[in-house]
């Protein structure tokens, strides 16, 4: 059997090239590129990695153990919709049916992409805000989605313009992404804005797909849920219990939604990943409610980096850095030093540092860095001090 | 916030059924009602469960108390990449860069599904087998191609004709699925057949898909594999771990493809599932070396449950069941009886005994039910005598 790179053959040219090159994540190719070179020191997670809940891990641990490897219904299992909603009814005073209305994903993403499945059609206008995670970018580049921008306010802090969003809302307008608090921002959508935004939505025929996944963090009061300020009938609501409980690696989502959807997406979701991780969802069903200790110690943590990261970084030169409303990532403003994040990123992947390069995230995002800090302030303070420097040397 | 099953307001009637009724898995519907029905004796399982290897649910054990729970790089980590290409050179002979020809999966689902969305565009022909599992003709159907069965042929046993596949091979074909040992008849595509298959195939320039996630269980000589039979430019090789060993709820599958075919699917999946279960990576990629004492094993249980299962189905009047030449499952011709699987199978349900309909697999199944043999025989043996009874009782 013989293979080379080159794309030769009658069959391979005969298959259009469905991926464009400049689509895919940088944080996917720096990922594989992490994997291979451990002398560079990262700022470049997506993830929390200061350790998940022991009393999850052991969970999981018994799951295996006691030989709960095996499918699941596509939905899930029932104890594991039955925690998300005692979740949702504890968390953010909802009720949501556990049997018609909550469907396990692969992670966050799956959840996301179904619903562009679903309720996304070819020319179909999506707004999505600028700045704003790439990866929903890409799905609603690849659904064929009209994509229409909407920029966050940059008051000090970056934080949500609900206005800037109904502006953009016409009757053409099928779905509106919101992510509270953001990647890369942190800006987070308030108790007081929701309910205009939903009115305004529900009026006028349009989905809000609400990505939550960074709900425990947020720094100052609560964070508020779009189902606490309108009905299924239009929010499609994105989780994610692995990102929340630092077990990215076991892909375990979920979405609420109205039962229609959910009766769609699940039967989609079976010709993709057929159920979710069996021993996670196991697991998270036994440990979710004992969880409130967990959440509460991990928020703590990430505040206190921010802080410490934030008070480190005011002291470089010609960079400017907001202390962000939530989230896991502070979005280092270093336009002054180099207007271009991609040559920024380059800069100092060969000073030994890697970051996200705010262009990534959009137009706005342009100029900036996304630097994580969720994780051991162990972790993070050679990678911010090499930073530092390299930032200092930059400014000359 | 109130919610209703009903299909209503504005956003919602915006919406159009992406998911036909009658489209979707029975399977899936019967893995949800059995999670909520205790009664039923099942021989519908579509999966070994007879126990995971021990020494792989240790390693995965370990895996989650050394904390690799975090996102792997999309496409896998390197160490399980390097061993499924070990794994391939060791049971088939053949030579594959785990750098870039192999892809880690959500299971082999969603290579599949990959798979189709790269190759495959709107209106391509693709040819499918009949009886063939109908989460192939699914994805097929939702990618919009141009399906054509070619038949399995019935001589004693359910075999490969290559020549029902030739014939039906034209300059409009772009791809043809191959499952063997197949779901549901257990039908091999020998090593004799194999390169006419792929030498037109390539001639032609059509794609094959060969989902060789049953490659263990082949009960007469060994499993022979597309990919010592061709070039990487034409072959499209699913396989998936978590079925071979048992832990099918890991969710974990590779395909071994063209690296231009590689890179393509890994960047679409990345907006999929962003990665896979990163605990099943580790602890698989540090098993496998050792996995041989496991899959004699466990081929020969499975070899001995069929040969039971096959004596006891011949004392029942008025069916017929060839012994399959490898696979899970046995396909039970109970047409005398009832014409209907799903007739028949709806009445074995209310005798108390879960089967899944022939017909599901395409019209040559019908008549048919397919019989799960993959489990301890203390579990099969009340089901299966449940299923005489029952049957006896029909033939009256």
Not at 22 to 44: C, F, N, T, W, Y
Not at 323 to 339: K, N, R
């Amino acid at each position: 059997m013989s293979r080379g790179n080159s794309r030769s053959g009658k069959a391979l040219e005969r298959v259009h090239s469905v991926v464009k090159e400049s689509q895919g994540s940088p944080i996917r190719a720096l990922k594989r590129l992490m994997e291979e070179r451990a002398d560079v020191l990262s700022l470049a997670m997506g993830e929390a990695t200061f350790g998940a809940p022991q009393e999850l891990i052991e969970a999981a641990a018994r799951a295996l153990e006691e030989g709960k490897n095996l499918y699941t219904s596509t939905n899930g299992i029932p104890a594991m919709r039955e925690a998300v909603a005692d979740f949702a009814k504890r968390r953010w005073d909802v009720d949501v049916d556990p049997e018609t209305s909550v469907l396990m994903t692969v992670g966050g993403m799956e959840a996301i992409h179904l619903a562009f499945r679903i309720v996304v059609e070819e020319g179909d206008e999506v707004l999505l805000p600028d700045p704003g995670w790439g990866m929903m970018r890409t799905v609603a580049e690849r659904r064929g989605a009209r994509l229409i921008y909407y920029p966050l306010a940059r008051a000090g802090t970056w934080t949500y313009d609900v206005d800037a969003i109904l502006e953009r809302m016409t009757d053409r307008t099928k779905l509106v992404c919101v992510n509270s608090p953001s990647n890369p921002t942190g800006a987070v959508l308030s108790a007081e804005d929701w309910p205009r935004l939903t009115a305004v939505a529900r009026e006028k025929g349009v989905f809000i797909l609400s990505d939550d996944v960074y709900h425990n963090f947020v720094y100052d009061g609560s964070h508020s849920s779009a189902l606490s300020h309108g009905e299924l009938e239009n929010l499609i609501v994105v989780n994610s219990f692995s990102k929340t409980f630092a077990v990215t690696g076991w892909r375990l989502g979920h979405v609420i939604a109205h039962p229609w959807l959910i009766h769609q997406m699940g039967a989609y979701k079976e010709s993709i990943s057929l159920c979710s991780l069996s021993i996670g969802q196991w697991a998270m069903s036994e440990f979710l409610a004992a969880s409130d200790g967990y959440l509460d110690w991990s928020r703590a943590l990430c505040r206190d980096n921010m802080q410490k990261m934030i008070a480190s970084l005011k002291a470089v030169p010609g960079v400017s850095c907001p202390e962000p409303q939530g989230g896991f990532y502070v979005f280092l403003d270093t336009s002054a030093l180099d207007p271009s994040s991609a040559g920024m990123t380059e800069y100092l992947w060969r000073e030994g540092v890697a970051v996200v390069p705010g262009g990534f995230f959009g137009s706005q995002g342009e100029g900036c860095l996304r630097l994580g800090f969720a994780a051991p302030w162990e972790e993070i303070e050679p990678a911010l001090a090499r930073l530092q420097q390299a930032l200092a040397k930059k400014h000359g």
